[in-house]
């Protein structure tokens, strides 16, 4: 169980270190995905699913439906296509899907296996999900639409084209 830890948590930390120092946006968006997911490996191994999931949903979930939109709202026109084309090489994807299998490797292991930490967790239901969300948490998902409203209407401001001045 402890070595699982050390792993989830040496992922993250390798994956938070290629996220500062990446140059392109979608590469350190990757590995800022696989960092989401060992941190809710982390979580899960310390007994809370409920914190596991929302870090997938809300998080790594999230922040890849906003790049979509950026992506999709800029439209810098041939050189954007060019370079989409560029994102999607297979060399690419190899550090953050070995990164990404590995933390997939640990999970399978986990629920393969009899843990006192996951044996302990107990099933949550969407009622107390919309519950806990709506009440104690509330202002948290509050701030949260808020920052991706932003983001979106921040997008939207980058991308869109100026009109031509008639002379």
């Known amino acids: 169980m402890e070595i699982t830890f050390y792993i989830a948590a040496i992922i993250a930390v390798v994956s938070t270190i290629m996220v500062i120092t990446r140059l392109n946006a979608v ?11 060992a941190v809710a490996l982390i979580f899960f191994l310390l007994g809370a699913p409920f914190a596991a999931a929302l870090e997938v949903i809300i998080y790594a979930g999230a922040i890849m439906v906003l790049f979509v939109f950026v992506i999709m709202m800029l439209n810098l026109g041939k050189e954007s296509v060019a370079q989409e084309n560029r994102w999607f090489t297979p060399y690419l994807w190899l550090g953050p899907g070995i990164l990404s299998f590995v933390l997939l490797i640990e999970l399978v292991y986990l629920l393969a296996t009899d843990s006192s930490a996951l044996s302990s967790a107990e099933m949550i239901t969407p009622q107390q999900v919309g519950v806990a969300l709506f009440g104690p948490y509330l202002l948290a998902v509050e701030l949260a639409a808020m920052l991706l409203l932003t983001g979106l209407v921040g997008a939207y401001h980058l991308g869109r084209e100026e009109p031509e001045e008639k002379p």
């Not at 590469?27 to 997911?37: G, T």
């Open 27 to 37: 590469h350190a968006l990757l590995y800022l995905i696989v960092s989401l997911l």
